[in-house]
């Protein structure tokens, strides 16, 4: 029977199925963190329950933690509820003796970087996390979904995730991307096409030859915004590249068992001829530097576009067009490029990688930021992606054009820590969400790759990274 | 959980599209460890004219008199009418958790992303999802001088106003949880033998996923 790859692992994790066509899957990774994990380990308590299987658990803070110094740990949080939080995931996994990187361990990071950076992830896994930005780790053929409070708790005693299997939608993408286009320019451009509602209900399996030509950084890339379109999931079929990346991480299997997991991980691919509830077919060659102009991922066009009309649109999304501009301070007609920028934001879950680190470096070398930047900040997503990128002096780069150089945590992407906008300033921000207040209250945000955050810094503005060295 | 048959409550329009839940519980509250408590800050960016922190004592809060939860025909609403997508973006339950303080027990909208769907069945509220016709009829009323009152009927799946009546169908494992108010763990934990005989085959078939990471 041909299967997607989707069918593939709901199937050999599908513990039970009711009478209602509801299904018990089984989860083979918990991924915790600091803020939604608090409440289920006291639902736990309170229920005098304990984790189902504390080995499957990996747990790290990330969404609070600052990111300006680290010699301090717990006690450098500034704000007490949020030291609070961390102390409170501490403890939970020391009570139940869980794995945690904690925030002297160099390991700590983005809890979507380090799960793949150990091996934690592997194809054909099911894999959860009380964050959105879950899907992630579906880039090593695995289904990794985001899931509430409750239903951490739910997997912590269990295992398991009550679930009905969702739709299945292919994405495709054939060719080469364009010189200068990178996998979020891929991401950005999809979400415009799919839009903000188009995948609730569905897991995205993304294909073609220009997503298999991507490396398992940029894979990353594109399955961290899956959400972003409301799929519960997207990933990528198992492949060299997947393999490569994995040989000799931590957790990953080695010798005998590597060579076992192996003959698994190359059946995890959608078999020829098997079917999606929905399917895209795009071009890559329309997939130029993408820039977001308004207050949701899918208001997204080329960086050489104008901010446009809200012509031919119904009366809901003219409302919410017009709201968004005037959130934005922007009005219909105008170049994206040129839009001054105020701040700079590397990192996040998105694009926090060595390769994005590396993107930036190589734009940055030789080049200083506007003076009318008031701040330009590199946030590693994990202590180890820091560490590699100083070992490859990319921190010298980035600090003498004016950069600063950060430790790892989700920083200017939520907004939870004191990284943040103040109200009315604008940021070229490589994170994944550009919503109202996201990366602090009255914040206007614009969603672009690591070379295009970083050309924004150079200039000052808004611009297109490829043509730079024109501009100058 | 309190077990869900039957409501009956006046209706707040929130007309516009893809309400996020960075704008249902912005992230300065989900500093919080507790289940509860988050009332008074839902919608916060557009309820108050003042930025807030957990701390801001709310009688010192300035309400924002055109925000739709703040007009004097909406006090009291326990069933929210919306636009497709909302609750979408980030899975914080902090989101529904301050929309259950404030004290919806009903959310309709022509959709709903999944982890936004899982999150309200898990706190006994009933998200309901309509054909946008309906809806755009729904806002209407709504939105006119003397409001609406519905009557949400889980058993027969019925919305029943002015004399009106539209049938809605949810998924029926979970319209089950929410009329039976269970605790969906312990309904799982009764099924622990049939985890454990999937566990011992399916690390037999895939050993190399038998880790213990600590």
């Known amino acids: ?472 | 959980m309190e077990k869900f048959i039957r409501h009956s409550g006046r209706v707040i329009p929130m007309n516009r599209a893809n309400v996020d839940t960075d704008a249902i519980m912005p992230k300065q509250y989900l500093k919080c460890i507790s289940r509860y408590g988050y009332g008074d800050w839902v919608f916060d960016s557009w309820r108050y004219l003042d930025p807030g922190d957990v701390d801001t004592p709310i009688s010192q809060r300035r309400i924002n008199p055109e925000f739709e939860l703040n007009k004097p025909i909406y006090s009291s609403a326990s069933v929210l009418l919306a636009q497709n997508n909302f609750g979408c973006g980030s899975s914080r339950e902090h989101a529904v958790w301050g929309l259950r303080d404030y004290g919806i027990k009903v959310i309709i909208a022509p959709g709903f992303p999944d982890i936004f769907l899982n999150n309200c069945f898990a706190n006994g509220l009933l998200p309901v999802r309509l054909e946008q016709q309906d809806v755009n009829r729904l806002f209407d009323l709504a939105e006119s001088d003397h409001g609406l009152s519905i009557t949400i009927d889980l058993d027969s799946q019925d919305l029943e106003f002015e004399s009106q009546k539209i049938n809605f169908k949810i998924d029926e494992n979970s319209r089950q949880s929410l009329i039976k108010g269970y605790d969906s763990i312990e309904a799982t934990l009764q099924q622990s033998k049939k985890i454990e005989t999937f566990e011992r085959r399916y690390f037999n078939q895939y050993s190399w996923l038998e880790v213990d990471l600590k």
Not at chain 1, 13 to 41: M, W
Not at chain 1, 402 to 412: A, D, L, Q, T
Request: proline share 4%.
């Open chain 1, 1 to 472: 029977m041909t299967k997607s790859l989707f069918d593939k692992i709901w199937d050999s994790h599908c513990v039970d199925t009711n009478e209602n066509g509801t299904s018990l899957l089984y989860i083979d990774r918990h991924v915790v963190h600091e803020v939604t994990s608090a409440q289920a380990f006291e639902g736990l308590r309170a229920a005098n329950r304990g984790p189902w299987r504390k080995g499957s658990i990996l747990a790290t803070p990330d969404h609070q933690v600052p990111t300006t110094q680290r010699n301090q740990g717990i006690a450098a949080i500034s704000d007490g509820l949020a030291r609070l939080q961390v102390k409170t995931l501490d403890e939970n996994c020391n009570e139940h003796d869980i794995l945690q990187f904690d925030l002297d361990d160099i390991r700590q990071g983005i809890v979507h970087v380090v799960g793949p950076e150990q091996g934690a992830t592997l194809p054909g896994m099911t894999l959860v996390c009380g964050d959105s930005h879950t899907s992630t780790h579906g880039a090593f053929a695995a289904l990794a979904q985001g899931i509430g409070t409750s239903e951490v708790e739910h997997v912590l005693a269990t295992q398991c995730l009550i679930q009905k299997k969702p739709l299945s939608m292919r994405i495709t993408v054939d060719g080469k991307l364009p010189s200068g286009s990178t996998a979020k320019d891929l991401i950005l451009y999809i979400i415009g096409q799919v839009g903000m509602a188009g995948a609730n209900g569905y897991v995205i399996e993304y294909a073609g030859t220009a997503i298999r030509e991507l490396s398992m950084e940029g894979r990353m890339t594109v399955c961290n915004m899956s959400i972003e379109m409301g799929a519960r999931a997207g990933f990528i079929g198992f492949d060299k590249t997947t393999e490569s990346y994995l040989s000799g991480r931590p957790f990953a299997p080695r010798a005998a068992l590597q060579q076992q997991a192996l003959e698994h991980w190359l059946t995890l691919h959608s078999d020829k001829g098997a079917s999606f509830d929905k399917e895209y077919i795009f071009n890559s060659d329309d997939i130029t530097p993408h820039v977001t102009w308004g207050t949701s991922p899918e208001h997204v066009l080329p960086i050489t576009g104008s901010v446009p009309t809200p012509s031919n649109l119904d009366e809901t999304q003219r409302n919410q067009h017009e709201r968004a501009l005037e959130y934005m301070g922007l009005s219909a007609g105008m170049p994206l490029i040129g839009i001054p920028i105020d701040r700079v934001f590397v990192g996040s879950c998105t694009n926090g990688r060595i390769e994005d680190i590396r993107a930036v470096a190589a734009l940055l070398d030789g080049k200083t930021i506007a003076s009318t930047i008031k701040e330009a900040i590199v946030v590693p997503g994990s202590g180890l992606v820091k560490a590699q990128a100083e070992q490859e002096g990319l921190h010298e780069i980035i600090l003498s054009a004016g950069f600063e150089w950060r430790h790892p945590g989700c920083s200017m992407c939520n907004a939870m820590n004191p990284d943040r906008l103040e109200a009315g300033e604008r940021c070229a921000s490589t994170s994944n969400r550009n919503f109202e207040g996201r990366q602090g209250t009255g914040g206007r945000t614009h969603l672009v790759s690591p070379v295009m955050a970083a050309a924004a810094a150079v200039s000052g503005h808004l611009t297109d990274a490829r043509t730079l060295d024109q501009e100058e």
